[in-house]
Protein backbone atom coordinates (compact mmCIF):
# COMPACT_ATOMS: atom_id res chain seq x y z
CA UNK A 1 0.00 0.00 0.00
CA UNK A 2 1.50 3.64 -1.02
CA UNK A 3 1.89 6.11 1.72
CA UNK A 4 -0.33 8.62 3.20
CA UNK A 5 -0.37 12.15 4.17
CA UNK A 6 -2.92 14.86 4.54
CA UNK A 7 -3.15 18.66 4.72
CA UNK A 8 -5.56 21.04 5.97
CA UNK A 9 -6.51 23.57 3.42
CA UNK A 10 -9.41 25.92 4.85
CA UNK A 11 -10.73 26.16 8.95
CA UNK A 12 -13.76 27.56 8.74
CA UNK A 13 -16.35 28.10 11.81
CA UNK A 14 -19.48 26.35 12.18
CA UNK A 15 -22.62 27.85 13.49
CA UNK A 16 -25.76 26.46 15.31
CA UNK A 17 -29.04 28.65 15.64
CA UNK A 18 -31.99 27.08 17.88
CA UNK A 19 -33.33 27.87 21.65
CA UNK A 20 -31.11 29.00 24.47
CA UNK A 21 -30.80 25.93 25.97
CA UNK A 22 -28.19 25.48 23.35
CA UNK A 23 -27.21 28.92 22.21
CA UNK A 24 -25.86 29.78 25.21
CA UNK A 25 -24.43 26.93 26.31
CA UNK A 26 -20.58 25.89 24.75
CA UNK A 27 -20.62 23.03 22.21
CA UNK A 28 -18.48 19.95 21.63
CA UNK A 29 -18.36 16.52 20.08
CA UNK A 30 -20.24 17.47 16.60
CA UNK A 31 -21.21 14.49 14.51
CA UNK A 32 -21.95 15.22 11.05
CA UNK A 33 -23.25 13.28 8.42
CA UNK A 34 -25.32 13.62 4.95
CA UNK A 35 -28.72 13.75 5.06
CA UNK A 36 -30.94 10.95 3.50
CA UNK A 37 -31.32 13.26 -0.01
CA UNK A 38 -27.48 13.76 -0.07
CA UNK A 39 -27.63 17.42 -0.82
CA UNK A 40 -28.16 18.50 2.95
CA UNK A 41 -25.95 17.81 6.56
CA UNK A 42 -27.50 16.32 9.77
CA UNK A 43 -25.43 16.86 13.27
CA UNK A 44 -25.74 15.59 16.81
CA UNK A 45 -23.75 17.73 19.01
CA UNK A 46 -23.04 18.05 22.80
CA UNK A 47 -23.97 21.11 24.98
CA UNK A 48 -22.24 21.98 28.02
CA UNK A 49 -22.34 24.40 30.56
CA UNK A 50 -20.43 27.25 30.41
CA UNK A 51 -16.84 27.91 32.31
CA UNK A 52 -18.07 28.50 35.60
CA UNK A 53 -21.76 27.58 35.20
CA UNK A 54 -23.11 24.07 36.55
CA UNK A 55 -25.34 21.37 35.99
CA UNK A 56 -25.24 18.19 33.84
CA UNK A 57 -22.08 17.44 31.88
CA UNK A 58 -24.21 17.50 28.51
CA UNK A 59 -27.17 17.06 26.47
CA UNK A 60 -27.16 16.10 23.16
CA UNK A 61 -28.76 18.15 20.64
CA UNK A 62 -29.84 17.28 16.14
CA UNK A 63 -29.55 20.47 14.04
CA UNK A 64 -30.04 20.24 10.19
CA UNK A 65 -28.34 22.41 7.87
CA UNK A 66 -28.19 22.98 4.19
CA UNK A 67 -24.39 23.85 3.64
CA UNK A 68 -23.00 22.25 6.14
CA UNK A 69 -21.82 25.12 8.32
CA UNK A 70 -24.80 27.03 9.80
CA UNK A 71 -27.29 24.02 11.66
CA UNK A 72 -30.20 24.86 13.04
CA UNK A 73 -31.21 22.78 16.45
CA UNK A 74 -34.68 21.40 17.30
CA UNK A 75 -36.50 22.61 20.56
CA UNK A 76 -35.53 20.17 22.63
CA UNK A 77 -32.95 17.93 22.82
CA UNK A 78 -32.82 14.28 21.22
CA UNK A 79 -31.09 13.24 24.25
CA UNK A 80 -30.80 14.33 27.78
CA UNK A 81 -30.25 13.34 31.17
CA UNK A 82 -32.65 10.38 33.19
CA UNK A 83 -34.69 9.18 34.08
CA UNK A 84 -32.73 6.48 34.94
CA UNK A 85 -29.22 6.41 36.75
CA UNK A 86 -27.10 5.49 34.31
CA UNK A 87 -27.03 9.17 32.65
CA UNK A 88 -28.79 11.06 35.26
CA UNK A 89 -25.33 13.35 35.44
CA UNK A 90 -25.09 14.25 31.51
CA UNK A 91 -24.69 12.67 27.95
CA UNK A 92 -22.08 13.21 25.92
CA UNK A 93 -19.79 12.20 22.46
CA UNK A 94 -22.67 11.22 20.21
CA UNK A 95 -21.85 9.04 17.03
CA UNK A 96 -24.43 7.91 14.31
CA UNK A 97 -24.85 4.83 12.13
CA UNK A 98 -27.32 4.70 9.85
CA UNK A 99 -28.55 1.76 9.61
CA UNK A 100 -29.75 -0.21 5.98
CA UNK A 101 -33.28 0.05 6.60
CA UNK A 102 -33.07 3.89 7.63
CA UNK A 103 -33.03 3.72 11.26
CA UNK A 104 -30.45 4.87 13.43
CA UNK A 105 -28.69 3.52 16.15
CA UNK A 106 -26.67 6.53 18.36
CA UNK A 107 -23.97 5.65 20.41
CA UNK A 108 -23.32 7.67 23.67
CA UNK A 109 -21.64 8.19 26.86
CA UNK A 110 -23.94 8.51 29.73
CA UNK A 111 -22.46 10.29 33.16
CA UNK A 112 -23.75 8.92 36.65
CA UNK A 113 -25.31 11.24 38.98
CA UNK A 114 -22.09 11.93 40.59
CA UNK A 115 -21.03 13.14 37.48
CA UNK A 116 -17.58 11.19 37.10
CA UNK A 117 -18.69 7.72 35.98
CA UNK A 118 -19.02 7.34 32.26
CA UNK A 119 -20.48 4.23 30.50
CA UNK A 120 -20.89 3.97 26.61
CA UNK A 121 -24.93 3.54 26.02
CA UNK A 122 -26.82 3.62 23.10
CA UNK A 123 -30.39 4.61 21.66
CA UNK A 124 -32.02 3.49 18.56
CA UNK A 125 -34.82 4.43 16.45
CA UNK A 126 -36.54 4.81 13.24
CA UNK A 127 -35.08 8.13 13.69
CA UNK A 128 -33.08 10.53 15.32
CA UNK A 129 -36.24 12.53 16.52
CA UNK A 130 -37.58 8.91 17.77
CA UNK A 131 -34.61 7.47 19.64
CA UNK A 132 -35.16 5.56 22.26
CA UNK A 133 -32.17 4.63 24.98
CA UNK A 134 -31.72 0.63 25.09
CA UNK A 135 -29.10 0.29 27.92
CA UNK A 136 -25.23 -0.41 28.01
CA UNK A 137 -23.54 -1.06 24.78
CA UNK A 138 -20.26 -1.45 26.16
CA UNK A 139 -19.14 -2.08 30.14
CA UNK A 140 -16.72 -1.24 31.30
CA UNK A 141 -13.78 -3.82 32.73
CA UNK A 142 -11.18 -3.68 35.76
CA UNK A 143 -8.66 -3.18 33.20
CA UNK A 144 -10.36 -0.77 31.09
CA UNK A 145 -12.80 1.95 33.08
CA UNK A 146 -14.80 4.80 31.79
CA UNK A 147 -15.66 3.39 28.20
CA UNK A 148 -17.03 5.81 26.23
CA UNK A 149 -16.48 7.90 22.87
CA UNK A 150 -17.44 5.13 20.11
CA UNK A 151 -15.88 5.14 16.60
CA UNK A 152 -17.70 2.34 14.26
CA UNK A 153 -17.40 0.79 11.35
CA UNK A 154 -18.58 -2.83 9.14
CA UNK A 155 -15.10 -4.02 7.23
CA UNK A 156 -15.19 -5.48 3.87
CA UNK A 157 -15.09 -8.52 5.29
CA UNK A 158 -18.87 -7.68 7.06
CA UNK A 159 -17.89 -7.43 10.67
CA UNK A 160 -18.28 -4.51 12.81
CA UNK A 161 -15.63 -2.76 14.53
CA UNK A 162 -16.11 -0.32 17.45
CA UNK A 163 -12.86 1.55 18.47
CA UNK A 164 -13.51 3.12 21.93
CA UNK A 165 -11.64 5.14 24.56
CA UNK A 166 -11.23 3.39 28.19
CA UNK A 167 -9.05 5.00 31.31
CA UNK A 168 -6.32 3.26 32.58
CA UNK A 169 -3.07 3.99 34.74
CA UNK A 170 -4.32 7.76 34.98
CA UNK A 171 -4.26 7.88 31.01
CA UNK A 172 -6.67 7.77 28.08
CA UNK A 173 -6.46 5.12 25.31
CA UNK A 174 -7.94 3.55 22.60
CA UNK A 175 -9.46 -0.28 22.71
CA UNK A 176 -10.95 -1.83 19.83
CA UNK A 177 -13.49 -4.60 19.57
CA UNK A 178 -15.60 -6.47 17.17
CA UNK A 179 -19.12 -7.82 16.86
CA UNK A 180 -21.34 -9.41 14.05
CA UNK A 181 -24.14 -6.32 13.93
CA UNK A 182 -23.82 -2.86 14.36
CA UNK A 183 -25.19 -3.21 18.46
CA UNK A 184 -22.76 -6.24 19.48
CA UNK A 185 -22.52 -8.21 21.31
CA UNK A 186 -19.03 -6.69 21.70
CA UNK A 187 -15.73 -8.72 22.24
CA UNK A 188 -12.75 -6.67 23.61
CA UNK A 189 -9.65 -7.28 21.48
CA UNK A 190 -5.90 -5.97 21.42
CA UNK A 191 -4.58 -2.31 21.72
CA UNK A 192 -4.96 -0.90 18.57
CA UNK A 193 -2.15 1.86 18.60
CA UNK A 194 -0.74 3.12 21.40
CA UNK A 195 1.23 6.70 22.62
CA UNK A 196 4.54 7.62 21.94
CA UNK A 197 7.37 8.14 23.46
CA UNK A 198 8.85 12.06 22.80
CA UNK A 199 5.98 12.77 20.28
CA UNK A 200 2.60 15.14 20.86
CA UNK A 201 1.04 12.25 21.53
CA UNK A 202 2.73 10.70 24.27
CA UNK A 203 0.06 9.72 27.20
CA UNK A 204 -3.25 10.31 25.85
CA UNK A 205 -4.97 8.77 23.14
CA UNK A 206 -9.03 8.85 22.15
CA UNK A 207 -10.75 8.12 18.95
CA UNK A 208 -11.98 9.75 16.18
CA UNK A 209 -13.58 8.99 13.04
CA UNK A 210 -12.95 6.92 10.24
CA UNK A 211 -12.57 7.97 6.56
CA UNK A 212 -13.40 4.84 4.28
CA UNK A 213 -13.45 6.05 0.62
CA UNK A 214 -10.89 3.54 0.49
CA UNK A 215 -12.36 0.81 2.32
CA UNK A 216 -8.46 -1.34 1.94
CA UNK A 217 -6.79 1.18 4.03
CA UNK A 218 -8.91 3.51 6.32
CA UNK A 219 -7.97 5.82 7.71
CA UNK A 220 -8.84 7.14 11.67
CA UNK A 221 -8.65 11.17 12.71
CA UNK A 222 -7.78 10.20 15.81
CA UNK A 223 -6.86 12.71 18.76
CA UNK A 224 -4.05 12.49 21.10
CA UNK A 225 -2.26 14.41 24.06
CA UNK A 226 0.72 14.98 26.23
CA UNK A 227 0.01 14.06 30.13
CA UNK A 228 -1.19 17.75 30.76
CA UNK A 229 -3.70 17.13 28.59
CA UNK A 230 -2.81 19.37 25.07
CA UNK A 231 -5.17 17.75 22.65
CA UNK A 232 -4.15 17.67 19.10
CA UNK A 233 -5.97 16.05 16.09
CA UNK A 234 -3.35 13.64 14.07
CA UNK A 235 -4.15 10.70 11.70
CA UNK A 236 -3.36 6.61 11.48
CA UNK A 237 -4.07 4.13 7.96
CA UNK A 238 -4.82 0.46 8.85
CA UNK A 239 -5.40 -2.66 6.74
CA UNK A 240 -8.92 -3.85 5.68
CA UNK A 241 -9.51 -5.42 8.78
CA UNK A 242 -7.95 -3.16 11.12
CA UNK A 243 -5.18 -5.75 12.24
CA UNK A 244 -2.42 -3.28 10.95
CA UNK A 245 -1.26 -0.20 11.44
CA UNK A 246 0.04 0.76 7.69
CA UNK A 247 1.00 4.19 7.83
CA UNK A 248 0.83 7.31 10.80
CA UNK A 249 1.52 10.94 10.57
CA UNK A 250 4.44 12.27 12.65
CA UNK A 251 2.87 16.02 13.12
CA UNK A 252 -0.53 16.47 14.05
CA UNK A 253 -3.22 17.72 11.11
CA UNK A 254 -4.37 20.27 13.50
CA UNK A 255 -3.80 21.80 16.50
CA UNK A 256 -5.29 25.01 18.16
CA UNK A 257 -3.81 28.73 17.76
CA UNK A 258 -1.55 28.96 20.03
CA UNK A 259 -2.76 31.15 23.31
CA UNK A 260 -1.02 33.85 25.36
CA UNK A 261 -2.53 32.22 28.40
CA UNK A 262 -0.78 28.88 29.37
CA UNK A 263 -3.42 27.62 31.37
CA UNK A 264 -6.14 28.18 28.81
CA UNK A 265 -7.70 25.27 27.67
CA UNK A 266 -5.43 23.91 24.61
CA UNK A 267 -7.62 21.05 22.94
CA UNK A 268 -8.44 20.35 19.82
CA UNK A 269 -10.80 17.31 19.17
CA UNK A 270 -11.91 15.30 16.03
CA UNK A 271 -15.46 14.25 15.79
CA UNK A 272 -16.66 13.46 12.48
CA UNK A 273 -15.95 13.16 8.51
CA UNK A 274 -17.90 14.04 5.34
CA UNK A 275 -17.36 13.47 2.44
CA UNK A 276 -19.50 16.09 -0.08
CA UNK A 277 -18.67 17.34 -3.73
CA UNK A 278 -14.92 16.36 -4.37
CA UNK A 279 -14.40 17.53 -0.37
CA UNK A 280 -13.11 16.15 2.85
CA UNK A 281 -14.41 17.75 5.55
CA UNK A 282 -13.26 17.25 9.22
CA UNK A 283 -16.11 18.56 12.15
CA UNK A 284 -14.01 19.30 15.47
CA UNK A 285 -14.32 20.83 18.62
CA UNK A 286 -11.64 23.80 19.59
CA UNK A 287 -11.27 24.20 23.75
CA UNK A 288 -14.49 22.12 24.50
CA UNK A 289 -16.50 25.29 23.85
CA UNK A 290 -16.77 26.02 19.44
CA UNK A 291 -17.13 23.68 16.27
CA UNK A 292 -14.68 24.01 13.67
CA UNK A 293 -15.02 22.63 9.87
CA UNK A 294 -11.65 22.00 7.99
CA UNK A 295 -11.22 21.21 4.44
CA UNK A 296 -8.68 18.54 3.97
CA UNK A 297 -6.75 17.05 1.04
CA UNK A 298 -5.36 13.65 0.90
CA UNK A 299 -2.33 12.44 -0.54
CA UNK A 300 -1.09 9.25 -2.41
CA UNK A 301 -2.86 5.68 -0.49
Request: overall charge negative; charged content about 20%.
Amino acid sequence: MAEVDFNVETIEPVIVHGPDAITQRDLMSPYVWKGPNGHDYRMMVRAVPRMGETGDTGTIWYAKSDDGLTFTATAKPAIAPGPGPEDAGGCEDPTVVQLPDGGYVVYYTGVAADGRHGEMLYAAGPGIEHLKKKGVAMASTPSEGNVKEATVDRTKAGRWRMFYEYAANGASLIGLATGPDVDGPWQHERQPFAPRDGMWDNFHLSTGPLLTTDKNQPVMFYNGATEDARWRIGWIAFDAEYRKVMDRCIEPLIAPPPSPNRMATDIAFAASVVVSGGHTWLYYSRADRALFRATIRRYGG
